[in-house]
């Protein structure tokens, strides 16, 4: 016996030796092809296609399959995902009897890839870091997502849910062709150039559903930030909540707020009627949003609000062929200003409907004076209504050319009254045909006062004539003012 120990004792350190080397061997080198091939295999029962490059044994974690490549399973050509490294929690008393082994997979401070065109690999990707995550598969026909938390674009990211029939998955979905991929690029684009000034957003995902029927699954997503930059423009808390429930994706909650108020917003979204809607409440710099877009409104950049406007309006969305928007909403603002011209404030309810929109209640304050009217566009008509006690002449900052010198010639030492009605096919100046009256006081003709107390208003074919204007204190002197605005004269016929 003695004589045995020295026998057993070199081959217990052979057997140490081999089985340190094949451990260090497994690790390096990885399994061979035959084992990858029963992980493949086992993901393909559960409905994935996949490939790795290495499947190691490591002594802290355990089997971890590298360079993973998970494909559509209708075509492999077609990479839905990359991942570097992932653990495998192995039932080895099933693998030995030929059954489905796999029970759970842990990611930690993993690199995942995501084309956001599957039939472009090489575009445009999105890069998830940082992602810590367990998986478990309780039955052949269920994936339970116990935890995930992750890094996209530094915005912190938390998720948790459950999927049955991960078999019947289909990577092309309606939602993808109604939702292009060049639009969630643009999206990601704007995230990316954002930048956090103070901790990172916190987005919080929960989800359930049914592969087999993805338009069902359902979800509830919670964003909250703080001091969130784009180029001159900060948004200093956000918040949003959004859900899906029945292929019906709801809006519940939008809150921002900026330096000068606030965003208050609810909507929804039917993919499968190809509808939405949405309703507003804003203080918000909107101009100044706008600009940190790199999308301007022109028609605001003439406009300097002493105090930013309140905005309520609610839109509809059909994306059906042809498509159509419908809005209806109210605008009010305080001090502001056009061009060179102060308006101490101003309202307005107005709606849009394709090629049908209107302008109603129309206010503008001024200290000379206020005007009132309506304004109302559908195909083939034009009209418009106004009443003013502004005066003329503190708006002739907005003419320009000939216009300008034309209205120059006229003065008001007190502000007219205005009344008029306009009527066209098409609201431009050769349609147009406008009607009223004007009680113009003492109006200046090119230094010599008028006397015309109460005045028709006509204009048509680019020729306005106010009559009778009499001058005073010629005698007789009587006639109609006219302002040809096509050869750009004036004068009293």
């Known amino acids: 016996m003695r004589r045995l120990r ?6 217990a350190v052979l057997l140490l030796v081999f089985l340190a080397g094949l451990g260090r061997y497994v690790y390096i080198k990885g399994f061979t092809s035959k084992w990858r091939g029963y992980v493949t295999r086992e993901f393909r029962k559960r409905g994935f296609e ?10 802290l974690r355990g089997l971890v399959a590298r360079e993973v490549q998970v494909y559509d399973a209708s075509d ?6 990359s991942i570097d490294q992932m653990t495998l929690q192995v039932n080895y008393a099933n693998l030995a009897r ?4 796999l029970d759970a997979l842990d990611l930690r401070s993993a690199q995942l890839s995501l084309p956001l065109d599957p039939e472009r690999p090489h575009g445009q990707k999105l890069k998830i870091r940082r992602l810590n995550a367990r998986l478990f598969f309780p039955h052949p026909e269920s994936i339970y997502l116990a935890s995930a938390d992750a890094r996209i674009f530094d915005v912190q990211v938390f998720a948790a849910g459950r999927l049955i029939n991960p078999q019947a998955f289909r990577s092309q979905m309606e939602s993808r062709a109604v939702i292009p991929s060049e639009w969630f690029e643009r999206v990601l684009e704007e995230i990316d150039s954002l930048k956090f000034e103070s901790e990172p957003p916190v987005v919080d995902i929960k989800f359930s559903g049914d592969l087999a029927h993805p338009e069902r699954i359902s979800f ?4 909250w930030g703080e001091r969130l930059r784009r180029h001159r423009y900060v948004i200093k808390s956000v918040y949003a909540s959004v859900s899906c429930r029945d292929g019906i994706i709801d809006l519940r909650q939008l809150t921002a707020t900026d330096a000068f108020g606030e965003l208050i917003a609810t909507g929804a979204w039917q993919p499968e009627a190809r509808t939405a809607q949405i309703q507003s409440h804003s203080t918000i710099d ?5 600009r940190a877009l790199e999308t301007p409104i022109a028609p605001l950049e003439d406009f300097i609000f002493y105090t930013q406007p309140t905005l309520d309006f609610r839109a509809e969305w059909s994306f059906a062929n042809p498509p159509s928007m419908q809005i209806i909403g109210h605008l009010a603002s305080g001090k502001f200003a056009y061009k060179s011209v102060v308006f101490e404030r101003g309202t307005a309810d107005f709606s849009w409907n394709n090629e049908r929109w209107s302008a109603r209640d129309i206010r503008l304050v001024h200290r000379t004076g206020e005007a009132k009217g309506d304004i109302m566009r559908v195909p083939g008509e034009f009209r418009a209504r106004l009443k003013s006690t502004i005066n003329p002449k503190n708006l002739q900052p907005l003419l320009t050319g000939p216009t300008a010198e034309m209205m120059a010639s006229l003065s008001f030492p007190t502000s007219p009254e205005l009344s008029l009605d306009a009527r066209g096919a098409e609201p431009t100046p050769e349609s147009i045909v406008i009607n009223g009256r004007a009680a113009l006081g003492a109006a200046i003709f090119r230094g010599v006062v008028s006397d015309s107390p109460n005045a028709t208003v006509h204009y048509e074919n680019r020729l306005l004539s106010v009559s009778p204007f009499r001058l005073h204190p010629a005698p007789g002197r009587a006639g109609d003012l006219l302002f040809d ?9």
């Open 98 to 101: 030929g059954k489905m082994f």
């Open 286 to 290: 909107i101009p100044g949003l706008a």
């Open 485 to 493: 605005f096509q050869s750009g004269s004036v004068r009293l016929n």
């Open 6 to 11: 020295p026998v057993l004792f070199v081959l």
């Open 76 to 81: 492999r050509r077609r990479i839905v995902a």
């Open 50 to 59: 996949i490939s790795l490059q290495r499947l190691t044994l490591d002594p």
């Open 220 to 223: 509830d997503v919670a964003l």
